[in-house]
């Protein structure tokens, strides 16, 4: 039987390469969007006594939300927050220094920008494309726009819609503040809607609803306070 399972998943495998050399990724993606975006700013999100206690442990708290169409079904919507006992500024270098993901980054496989604009009102678009492999079989390019808003302490995204990804749409959000109560520190929060264009196995859609959220924060957790003196990428300032 596991020899049976080996094959199967390599089987697997190899399907999605074939698949994925008939791509083209340079053509439009056939839709301009179909979630709701993030606005930047804080997230309307009261914690309760729970919350901060676990915070106060060094977990995160995660939130599951309905989604912004109640019939939808094959993607989720939540948010996950964080605290890191490093400023915003060391946070703001492990979020915006995506070209080193890879490496840092569980499952991350390839995560490179191509290009970034900086815009007559202070913000920084940088187009980013990222490779996911979730397990054999299951790999996941995609071309995202985001778009770094200084003054609102906040980056915001959805993908590229100038190129063919394989997720349906994307819709996130980081947004860092200081600690409410520990100075030096940061509250981080992470949303990233998700709309994938198949019914996918349960596995792996509890991965790219729950544990990758959990994931995303927990590595800028455990970067951010091992290089708490970083500072901001020069090319995402003013």
Request: aromatic share 10%; net charge positive; with cysteine.
């Amino acid at each position: 039987m596991n020899r049976f399972i080996a094959l199967y998943l390599s089987l697997l495998s190899v399907f999605n390469i074939a698949v994925e050399a008939k791509i083209d990724r340079n053509a439009p993606h056939g839709h301009t969007g179909i979630l709701t975006p993030y606005s930047p700013g804080p997230f309307s999100l009261k914690l309760g006594n729970k919350d901060e206690s676990e915070l106060l442990k060094g977990n995160s708290v995660m939130k599951q939300l309905p989604p912004d169409d109640p019939k939808e079904s094959l993607g989720g919507k939540a948010i996950c927050v964080q605290d890191v006992q490093a400023p915003k500024r060391a946070v703001w270098r492990q979020i915006l220094d995506v070209d080193s993901y890879q490496g840092k980054v569980n499952k991350v496989k390839k995560c490179k920008n191509y290009k970034v604009i900086k815009n007559p009102d202070g913000t920084v678009n940088f187009k980013t494309e990222m490779v996911l492999g979730v397990m054999p079989g299951y790999s996941y390019t995609n071309f995202y726009n985001h778009c770094y808003h200084q003054e609102q302490d906040s980056v915001t995204w959805s993908l590229d819609y100038d190129k063919s990804s394989d997720f349906d749409d994307v819709a996130g959000h980081w947004h860092v503040e200081d600690h409410p109560s520990k100075p030096g520190c940061s509250r981080v929060f992470y949303a990233c809607d998700l709309k994938v264009k198949n019914a996918l196995p349960k596995p792996i859609m509890n991965f790219l609803q729950k544990t990758a959220l959990k994931q995303a924060t927990a590595w800028v957790k455990k970067e951010s306070e091992g290089n708490p003196e970083d500072a901001i990428p020069s090319q995402y300032l003013k």
